[in-house]
């Protein structure tokens, strides 16, 4: 007889059938300004008149989006029904007023996780091919459009934070005199870095339209004089020489050849220089796969590198980096991600 307290064993794969629903209930709050008009809190009715809604249908939508966590409900207030307001987590990171506001990058997220569901049946059949060619396959104007608007306003409010907390436990930064953003989009973990330390200098490297957009945030954070940008292919291009630091985030999963990209970091670091990189691994138990899998099993059938769990710990080994060490973190962008801290030899540390 089966437990009453246990769920079916199929209630996972029931689960997963309904994610689109709450989704779908998600994007229309941002896109339809709903969640902007919950900043003050107020009955579906309220809220139904105000936008010409059915009334009925917005009681039961705003009931969807509390049970996901995106607005907090009062008690029933007599014949007016229950009043919403934004959850603590959706005023901080999908209000439009937030400096942290993050709706456009997950509705950017959103739109690119459903172009791949569809074409996941293509890909399986045809391979990469069946994909065309999206931003994320080179295409570097779509990349400089993202760097504008969603993924900056993604690593302004998520990446910036988290790579800040890894850099702090990389005590060569304290001395570092010199940093390549590697692959670093609009330029926002290098404007941090150089305002956290005025005795920095920067550069920023990615597609030559993407570092027009770093360029610009960068003269409108009046660092022009510290921080600076190079514009290139990392698969072909020189990236520069005598970096202190380099740093980069989910950079390698686009490489051609991940040895080779990570050959040219090591030989375009002083001695004594380390190399912090962060990108998403697949672990070996079905568990932590299933919190990366989902994010970027489209990369994969599209030929990108999303390796299994040291893979690139031993690219890096093989590359001649030295006192290899790992951080777990998941405070970046969707899926947790490795940190991997490497130095060259040959030197005692940044001076």
């Not at 999908?94 to 049946?121: D, M, Y």
């Not at 610009?216 to 514009?231: F, K, M, S």
């Not at 051609?256 to 990209?261: F, K, L, M, V």
Request: contains cysteine.
């Amino acid at each position: 007889m089966h437990d009453l307290d246990t769920p079916h064993p199929l209630q996972a794969f029931w689960t997963l059938a309904a994610g689109p629903m709450q989704a779908e209930a998600l994007a229309l709050a941002l896109e339809l300004g709903a969640i902007d008009a919950l900043a003050q809190p107020q009955t579906p009715a309220a809220l139904a008149a105000a936008q010409g809604w059915h009334a009925a249908n917005t009681g039961h939508w705003l009931e969807l989006l509390w049970s996901m966590g995106v607005c907090e409900r009062s008690a029933v207030q007599g014949d007016a029904g229950p009043v919403y307001g934004l959850a603590p987590a959706a005023r901080r990171f999908l209000h439009s007023a937030s400096p942290e506001a993050c709706g456009a990058a997950w509705l950017f997220r959103r739109r690119s996780l459903q172009h791949a569901s569809t074409l996941l049946k293509a890909q399986l059949t045809a391979g990469p091919a069946a994909a065309g060619t999206p931003f994320a396959n080179g295409n570097a104007e779509g990349w400089a459009a993202a760097a504008r608007a969603q993924i900056g306003q993604e690593q302004q409010a998520v990446t910036v934070p988290a790579a800040l907390t890894v850099l702090t436990q990389v005590p060569e930064l304290r001395t570092a005199r010199h940093l390549l953003d590697l692959g670093g989009g609009p330029g926002w973990v290098a404007i941090a870095l150089a305002r956290q330390q005025p005795g920095l200098r920067a550069t920023v490297f990615d597609w030559p339209e993407t570092v027009a957009v770093a360029a610009q945030n960068i003269a409108q954070a009046g660092l022009a004089e510290r921080v600076d940008t190079l514009g290139g292919d990392l698969g072909r291009d020189a990236i520069g020489q005598g970096y202190d630091l380099v740093w980069c985030s989910s950079v390698l999963h686009f490489v051609p050849d991940i040895g080779e990209a990570v050959a040219k970091v090591h030989a375009a670091l002083r001695p004594g220089g380390v190399f912090v990189c962060a990108h998403a691994e697949v672990p070996g138990e079905p568990e932590g796969a299933a919190r990366v899998l989902p994010f970027y099993t489209p990369m994969r059938m599209m030929g990108r590198h999303v390796t299994a769990r040291g893979v690139l710990e031993q690219a890096l080994a093989q590359a001649g980096f030295e006192r290899i060490e790992r951080i777990e973190s998941s405070a970046f962008p969707m899926a947790s991600l490795t940190v991997l801290v490497a130095r060259r030899g040959g030197g005692e540390g940044v001076a």
